[in-house]
């Protein structure tokens, strides 16, 4: 089963990280969310792995609650 | 515009009868209640297997109001066996290319292009009040199904060997007694409230208006499904070709819209108008629906069978309602007369249960998950949905994403039924799973259809004239090889048939095993197996 994979992997991880937040500049929040769906989409496509897609959202979701937030 | 009883399509008479005057309750081997079109299809199964059958209906008309139009190819391979296939493939509109719009723009289309060498098509769209026609028809013709109108179900008592049913109709009530009780009453059944049974599902927060129009548009025979058009802001529409120049229109209207208003002539005609933009047309019919998916923990209950929207209730994305209790008719039609002639144990009727509440948890699971995509349930959701949408123009995979109703086609069981997976077969031709059509030729070169050649009973299907095998008693051998032909190549193809290799088919054309040599012992197993005999 192939694991997702959270050691970094980018030469440049500030490239990375600036790259989607150049993405969302001059968007309001509805156009953000839009832009976010598909960029998920693609992604999750790119991937390919149903496994790794769950670990994914199961790690998604959890970051929010560790941060006590509830999110 | 049709609303009220005047209008019905096909009116049938009350007659007394006999047993209203036997002063006690006489007994039946099988009393189907409900007569829509998945009761019609049960009768007639058992009728053609030679059991007399009694089936009452509360009303005594057909198509007051219009349902479901579109029917699989497997439905019209079971109607064929029931003997009305060839009649609804050819009344029916034959469609395969579907359309998908986002806003005013066309992000796909598919096309359901049937591969070639399959009698039937891969749908046809046919009002049901046409198929319910010929399915009366057809069970008044077959001469041992004693149809009875206006005789509504109102109570029921069940025993160990049967259950007593009391019957209200013009002449007062009387009571019948049933050896088996077949519960075909429709999502709303009184069978299902008489015994107290919980019916659990979801029911989607939104309400969709449906019409039948009629119009003499150029428009080709294609499902047309639009995402928020411009002509019905936000929400979803459906067009759909029928028989007669009629179309379906289905309008998603939210939550929170006022039926009756909504189903006022003028609204109606103000959102048509919008959409249809001066084309000329007449509204046939209208009403409001709300969609849940849900079915019946259990559909057997000792004597007591539930079958059809009775049993399961799914949204008509995917056109799963009626083909899918078809199914279920097909599926109980053979054991239940197995059983009462003898040859098979009660138990057998077990398998029927839960045969079908697999194909139940399938078809709600796939309606689920189109209807969800209709009718996103978070902000979340929707823009998902409508990314999908967006990039599905660019995007293969994105394509393979959009859900405005997955079509349907049979489910393969896990059946207690089905002899081990054993022997290495590529392909979907596995136990447990529906058999495919194959175009053959006989010996004089004339065509055959694989379908046609089954018989009511089982059947071995053998590739090959080398070592014909002796089937066991009962069971009809067909040797692909010489007499009959495969020049196609379809059936080898389909089956991965290789010299020698057989296939033991079910009564309901489904794979109870399939091996690469005959072993009479071996299929005598399978067969004991199959009848519900255990594991021989
Ligand atoms: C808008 C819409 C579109 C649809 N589109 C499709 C489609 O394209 N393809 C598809 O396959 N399915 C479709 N369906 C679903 C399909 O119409 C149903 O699944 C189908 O009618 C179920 O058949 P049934 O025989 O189980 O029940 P019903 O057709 O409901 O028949 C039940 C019968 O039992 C009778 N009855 C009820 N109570 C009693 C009683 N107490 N005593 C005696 N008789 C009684 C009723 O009068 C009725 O005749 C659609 C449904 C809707 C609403």
Redesign the interface.
């Known amino acids: 089963m192939a694991e997702l994979r959270n050691e970094s992997r980018f030469a440049d991880p500030d490239a990375a990280y600036n790259a989607l937040v150049d993405a969302h500049r001059g968007l309001d929040q509805q156009e953000s969310a839009v832009l976010n769906a598909r960029l998920v989409l693609l992604l999750a496509n790119h991937i390919g792995d149903i496994e790794v897609l769950a670990q994914a959202i199961a790690a998604a979701r959890q970051a929010g609650s560790r941060s006590g937030d509830g999110r | 515009m049709t609303t009220g009883r005047d209008n019905a399509r096909f009116t049938f008479g009350y007659r007394r009868c006999a047993d209203q005057d036997a002063g006690q309750a006489v007994r039946h081997p099988v009393i189907v209640v409900g007569a829509g079109p998945v009761g019609l299809a049960t009768a007639i199964d058992l009728g053609r297997r030679g059991v007399p059958v009694v089936l009452l209906d509360d009303a005594d008309r057909i198509g007051e109001g219009s349902r479901g139009i579109c029917y699989s190819k497997r439905c019209l391979e079971i109607l064929d066996a029931l003997g009305v296939g060839q009649a609804v493939a050819e009344m029916g509109v034959r469609w395969q290319v579907g359309r998908v719009y986002f806003g005013d723009r066309e992000v796909y289309a598919f096309d359901l292009l049937p591969e070639p060498g399959h009698k039937m098509p891969a749908f046809v769209n046919l009002q049901q009040y046409y198929l319910e026609k010929l399915l009366v028809d057809r069970a008044e013709a077959l001469g041992n199904i004693d149809l009875r109108w206006r005789n509504q179900v109102v109570g029921l008592e069940r025993a160990a060997d049967g259950a007593t049913i009391d019957i209200e109709t013009p002449d007062g009530p009387y009571q019948l007694v049933a050896d088996w009780l077949i519960a075909a009453d429709g999502a709303r059944s009184a069978i299902r409230r008489l015994m107290g049974l919980d019916f659990i599902g979801e029911t989607f927060r939104d309400q969709f208006l449906i019409t039948d129009i009629r119009m003499a548009a150029e428009l080709p025979a294609e499902r047309r499904f639009w995402f928020e058009p411009p002509f019905h802001s936000g929400q979803s529409t459906l067009l759909h070709k029928q028989p007669d120049n009629v179309w379906r229109v289905d309008f998603q209207i939210g939550w929170d819209a006022d039926p009756e208003a909504e189903t006022k002539p003028d609204a109606v005609r103000a959102r048509l108008d919008r959409m249809l933009k001066g084309q000329a047309y007449e509204i046939e019919w209208v009403s409001v629906y709300t969609f849940q998916c849900r079915r019946l923990e259990r559909f057997v209950h000792d004597r007591v069978v539930f079958v059809g929207d009775a049993a399961h209730q799914v949204s008509p994305f995917g056109a799963r309602g009626g083909n899918s209790g078809i199914e279920d008719a097909h599926n109980l039609g053979w054991k239940l007369a197995m059983v009462l002639n003898g040859t098979a144990p009660a138990v057998l009727i077990e398998s029927y249960g839960s045969e079908r509440q697999q194909a139940a948890d399938d078809n709600i699971r796939h309606s689920t998950r189109s209807t969800d995509f209709l009718v996103p349930k978070s ?2 959701a929707r ?2 949905r ?3 949408l ?2 599905a123009d660019a ?1 293969d ?2 394509r393979r ?1 959009v859900n405005s109703g997955r079509l349907h086609s049979a489910s393969a069981y896990a059946s207690r039924l089905s002899a081990a997976d054993s022997d290495d077969f590529a392909g979907a031709v596995r136990p447990g799973a529906p058999v495919l059509d194959a175009p053959l030729r006989d010996r004089a070169g004339q065509p055959l259809w694989l379908l046609d050649l089954l018989p009511d009973g089982f059947s071995l299907i053998h590739a090959g004239e080398e070592d014909r095998p002796d089937p066991p008693d009962g069971v009809t051998l067909i040797t692909i090889g010489e007499e009959l032909r495969d020049p196609g190549g379809h059936f080898t193809r389909r089956y991965d048939a290789t010299p020698g290799a057989c296939w033991l088919i079910r009564p309901d054309h489904y794979v109870a095993g399939c091996w690469r040599g005959f072993d009479r012992g071996v299929v005598e197993k399978a067969l004991r197996r199959a009848t519900g005999e255990g594991d021989g």
């Open positions: 902000e979340g823009h998902l409508n990314a999908v967006d990039l995007h995979f994105a994403m």
